[in-house]
């Protein structure tokens, strides 16, 4: 029979799989809490207007718990908009670049960034590329006002340090998409750090948030008040003026918010980042120990302080990944393919704050049973 055809007949024993087979990297599983929240909202928010007060209550909530669980230092503002990060980089670059930026790019996401500061009102953009796997430190390019990289890239599992750049003037901008919620950090250490909320803060798409600076709140009223051609939909201080009255532009995805405020409420009084952080330490571990201890499999990222506690990349030598997650698939192991773009033999595994480590010791022994049987 060939291999092809095998990956799809073997039957996992149900005392292995786990409790949740959901570990997309992007939307992540979504809890059963979040859904009863939900419910519960449809009865009362969801048909309703966005800009009367049961609403503007809700982002309020999720901007007061947006701060506390990013910590946000004296002075920051928690910003809100239509769309996700892919109209945030198109914003920030009408709104938040003054001249010119520095990007990091060693995956998909951080060069998309880079790709969007390429706008012909700026100069354009220095971008520092790595090898997929690997990351570099943004170099001080003399006129570059804005430095920016993501702190997790999905693509690969790549984490790279929150650091403020030691470059007077200029703002520290973080794409936070898959690490906001995850990942540790030390909000002081940047002036945007953004992101959409469908990774650790198990919602869904269609909106972006930002914990910005003093700086970056006046870069933005700065540029906005110049002659610079803004669109409204990707006005930054569009978003300041309307985040300050807990709402957006336009009228935004009321089931977003709702499932966005449940899993906040639920991090924060879980013990909030510390404890989100130490979960998805935990659950990551799991696989990188059992990655480097079994002989078909190894950690994508080389280098351990560069590897992702909420997005794992292994390569498998001597075995079909698709194989293996074809199979996954079958049992209802969902979403453990690679990322497309990137075209290794290899799984791809969230461990975002909603997954259970147990969840992930089942996984192995799931995966280890499937790899016995494509023999």
């Known amino acids: 029979m060939p291999v092809t055809d095998l990956a799809q007949t073997i039957q996992i024993p149900a005392t292995l799989l786990p409790a949740d087979g959901r570990f997309g990297c992007g939307p992540s599983r979504v809890r059963s809490a979040q859904v009863d929240d939900l419910v519960a909202a449809s009865r009362a928010l969801l048909g309703t207007s966005h800009r009367q007060k049961p609403v503007k209550a809700l982002v309020g909530s999720v901007r007061e718990q947006v701060a506390a669980l990013l910590g ?17 980089w198109d914003a920030a670059a009408f709104g938040l670049v003054e001249r010119r930026s520095a990007h990091g790019a060693w995956g998909e996401f951080g060069a998309k960034f880079a790709k969007a500061a390429k706008a012909p009102w700026l100069t354009a953009p220095a971008v520092t590329e790595a090898p997929a796997g690997g990351r570099a430190e943004v170099p001080v390019v003399d006129d570059a006002d804005v430095y920016a990289w993501p702190h997790n890239e999905t693509s690969t599992g790549v984490a790279a340090p929150v650091r403020r750049v030691a470059a007077p003037g200029a703002l520290t901008v973080i ?4 690490a906001a919620g995850g990942i540790a950090f030390d909000a002081a250490e940047a002036d945007v750090y953004y992101f959409a909320p469908q990774k650790n803060l198990g919602s ?76 998805t330490a935990a659950s990551s571990s799991l696989l990188y120990d059992w990655a480097e201890r079994v002989a078909y499999a190894t950690p994508f990222v080389a280098a351990p302080e560069d590897r992702s506690p909420v997005v794992v990349t292994i390569d498998f030598d001597g075995v079909d990944a698709a194989d293996v997650a074809r199979a996954l698939r079958a049992n209802g192991i969902v979403d453990t393919e690679p990322y497309r773009k990137l075209g290794r033999n290899q799984l791809r595994i969230g461990t975002f704050a909603s997954v259970e480590p147990s969840d992930v010791e089942a996984l192995i022994a799931s995966i280890e049973f499937v790899v016995d049987r494509l023999g």
């Open 175 to 178: 794409d936070a998409t898959s």
């Open 72 to 88: 946000a230092p004296e002075g920051y503002e928690v910003l809100l908009g239509n769309g996700g990060s892919t109209a945030f």
């Open 204 to 279: 869904d798409g269609g909106l972006w948030l930002a914990l910005a600076s003093p700086a970056a709140i006046e870069r933005i009223g700065r540029i906005a008040a110049s002659d610079r051609y803004i669109p409204e939909f990707l006005s930054l201080q569009a978003a300041v003026e309307n985040s300050r009255l807990d709402q957006t532009l336009n009228t935004p995805a009321l089931a977003t918010l709702v499932l966005l405020e449940s899993q906040l409420r639920w991090m924060n009084d879980q013990g909030g980042l510390p404890w989100a952080s130490g979960r």
